[in-house]
């Protein structure tokens, strides 16, 4: 059997030296056979070749299983090399081989994305995880080891990768950004100069007192004693933050003074968060409704996104400690044309001009996580990320209808400025199941069961996997805080909200459990589910 102009290729035998149980991103296809689609039975196989641009159809397994289909994400063959498939692929100078950083459900919703864009041959995701192999989104390169440069460029070399996007922070931070661009590898994301916005909450302070943009008053200290005197002094509520990395759970509002001491002690005395909070910021709490904006950077153009809302606290009625994020949806009512507006000019743009004059220009996306003020209406910057929002991400991806690899491409060129973005019409929303007793100890290894079913329960639903593996029977396991990001799309925020929670229900999971009131700010008046 052959393909193009290249040489023939047994697939049949080739897939027969493979058990069942052998993951789709072990097939040892050779360079010319990729992006394929393949039939296989015992029997026979039937396969194409050329640019199978969207999602499967369905979220059948992809192994090797009987007759069942499957897609794998290898380098893709020329242009001309298809059978059964007529289509037009970009030109091949636009085409780019992308690797992505990271393995969570923000890393899943982006390969997603990528594997959609017309121009991407294929998509590589380091290290990735069991959701993210069985998807077909991307090929998980489970052993890269992405804190190591020297590693991460060899492979991109190897493999001809023509960019890089880096997903979580701690990668951004460390400067593997810094390497792969000093060696001529295109790559979105900041600097670890730059990345400090979100390394370092007292530079980012800092930049904001300096350049005029609004945000909650502050004070940055190291001694307990004088942190604990400014609190008594301010009362509360009031806000506690480690200056550092703190994966999403170094931030406290202290209701009471005796509860902000106790913050205060456990990150000055107790070191509970390690070196990241050696220095914490106290700062006043902001009254009104948190909201997450993000906007493409260049370095001197922004280009904002669409809005979306994050529901940060882990209970119902945003009640319970802080999370990394328990569900998202966009877009956001509350964040309107005219605030957008005014977001862009009187925050995001300023900080990027700050960027640029304090001699670390900022490439990537900036995250801002706004408080439009309940006495003013006008926002007031809380923080920045320097990557995309988890779980916000996954609700942007399922909206994206432009290129995503271009748009990067042209944000690591200096070129955004003649960039436009398609979004789908509409709302999406995404509900997290995390493992029990999340944010706090929870038990790992606990099976899931059912994710088919749920991703089929109901039309544009998307199951973006965050902590899971898989045992030697092909069982999901949980093996992180948050583990699932149930998506859905519809022709308004309660579609989506009723298919999103359609899914979760479907989702055997016993280990698990979700907030029920995902939307409930922009839904007020909607009958919540109230299954556990």
């Known amino acids: 059997m052959s393909c193009a102009t290249t040489a023939a290729f047994d697939l049949v035998s080739c897939l027969k030296r493979h058990s069942t149980a052998t993951a789709i991103n072990h097939v040892p296809l050779p360079k010319p056979f990729v992006r394929c689609r393949f039939?296989?039975?015992?029997?026979?196989?039937?396969?194409?070749?050329?640019?199978?641009?969207?999602?499967?159809?369905?979220?059948?397994?992809?192994?090797?299983?009987?007759?069942?289909?499957?897609?794998?994400?290898?380098?893709?063959?020329?242009p001309s090399a298809s059978l059964g498939v007529q289509t037009t692929p970009p030109s091949e100078e636009e085409r780019v081989v992308v690797l992505v950083i990271g393995g969570g459900g923000?890393?899943?919703?982006?390969?997603?994305?990528?594997?959609?864009?017309?121009?991407?041959?294929?998509?590589?995701?380091?290290?990735?995880?069991?959701?993210?192999?069985?998807?077909?989104?991307?090929?998980?390169?489970?052993?890269?080891?992405?804190?190591?440069?020297?590693?991460?460029?060899?492979?991109?070399?190897?493999?001809?990768?023509?960019?890089?996007?880096?997903?979580?922070?701690?990668?951004?931070?460390?400067?593997?950004?810094?390497?792969?661009?000093?060696?001529?590898?295109?790559?979105?994301?900041?600097?670890?100069?730059?990345?400090?916005?979100e390394g370092s909450k007292n530079f980012m302070k800092n930049l904001c007192n300096k350049y005029g943009i609004p945000t909650a008053k502050y004070k940055t200290f190291t001694d307990p004693s004088t942190a604990?005197?400014?609190?008594?002094?301010?009362?509360?509520?009031?806000?506690?933050?480690?200056?550092?990395?703190?994966?999403?759970?170094?931030?406290?509002?202290?209701?009471?003074?005796?509860?902000?001491?106790?913050a205060v002690d456990s990150m000055l005395v107790k070191g509970t968060f390690g070196s990241a909070g050696c220095r914490v910021i106290v700062e006043e709490c902001l009254e009104g409704e948190e909201v997450s904006f993000f906007a493409l950077v260049d370095g001197e153009n922004a280009l904002p996104l669409e809005s979306a809302?994050?529901?940060?606290?882990?209970?119902?009625?945003?009640?319970?400690?802080n999370t990394g994020g328990m569900g998202a949806y966009s877009?956001?009512?509350?964040?309107?044309?005219?605030?957008?507006?005014?977001?862009?000019?009187?925050?995001?743009?300023?900080?990027?001009?700050?960027?640029?004059?304090?001699?670390?220009?900022?490439?990537?996306?900036l995250y801002a996580g706004l408080m439009i003020e309940k006495k003013s209406g006008l926002p007031k910057l809380i923080e920045y990320n320097v990557r995309f929002g988890d779980p916000e991400c996954q609700v942007l991806m399922v909206r994206l209808e432009s290129d995503l690899a271009q748009v990067l491409l042209a944000a690591c060129r200096g070129e955004l400025s003649g960039v436009s973005l398609s979004w789908s019409p509409g709302s999406a929303m995404v509900v997290v199941m995390a493992s029990k007793g999340y944010p706090g100890a929870y038990e790992k290894g606990?099976?899931?069961?059912?994710?088919?079913?749920?991703?089929?329960?109901?039309?544009?639903?998307?199951?973006?996997?965050?902590?899971?593996?898989?045992?030697?029977?092909?069982?999901?396991?949980?093996?992180?805080?948050?583990?699932?990001?149930?998506?859905?799309?519809?022709?308004?925020?309660?579609?989506?909200?009723?298919?999103?929670y359609q899914a979760v229900d479907e989702i055997n999971w016993h280990g698990g459990f979700c907030r029920r009131d995902i939307g409930w700010r922009a839904l007020p008046h909607k009958q919540f589910a109230t299954k556990g």
């Open 228 to 262: 604990k005197q400014y609190i008594q002094e301010q009362g509360a509520p009031i806000v506690i933050k480690a200056d550092g990395l703190a994966a999403g759970k170094g931030v406290v509002v202290a209701m009471t003074v005796e509860e902000a001491y106790e």
């Open 106 to 197: 923000r890393e899943h919703a982006l390969c997603y994305a990528l594997q959609r864009s017309p121009s991407c041959d294929a998509v590589f995701c380091a290290p990735g995880n069991a959701g993210i192999s069985n998807s077909g989104n991307a090929t998980c390169i489970s052993d890269l080891d992405i804190l190591d440069s020297a590693a991460v460029i060899s492979f991109c070399r190897k493999w001809g990768v023509g960019l890089v996007v880096v997903g979580p922070e701690a990668p951004l931070v460390s400067g593997l950004v810094n390497d792969l661009v000093k060696a001529g590898i295109p790559t979105f994301g900041p600097s670890a100069e730059a990345a400090a916005l």
């Open 331 to 365: 877009p956001a009512p509350i964040l309107t044309e005219e605030l957008q507006s005014l977001v862009m000019k009187s925050i995001i743009l300023p900080t990027v001009k700050g960027m640029a004059e304090e001699g670390c220009k900022f490439v990537g996306v």
């Open 446 to 500: 606990t099976v899931i069961r059912n994710l088919e079913d749920a991703q089929h329960v109901a039309p544009c639903v998307q199951i973006f996997h965050a902590g899971t593996t898989q045992d030697s029977e092909g069982n999901f396991i949980a093996v992180g805080g948050r583990v699932l990001g149930v998506t859905a799309k519809g022709r308004d925020l309660e579609e989506a909200r009723d298919r999103a």
């Open 39 to 78: 039939s296989y039975s015992s029997s026979s196989a039937s396969f194409s070749v050329g640019p199978l641009y969207s999602s499967p159809a369905n979220n059948q397994s992809r192994c090797f299983d009987g007759s069942r289909s499957f897609y794998c994400s290898a380098l893709k063959s020329q």
């Open 309 to 321: 809302q994050d529901h940060k606290r882990v209970g119902d009625g945003d009640t319970g400690p």
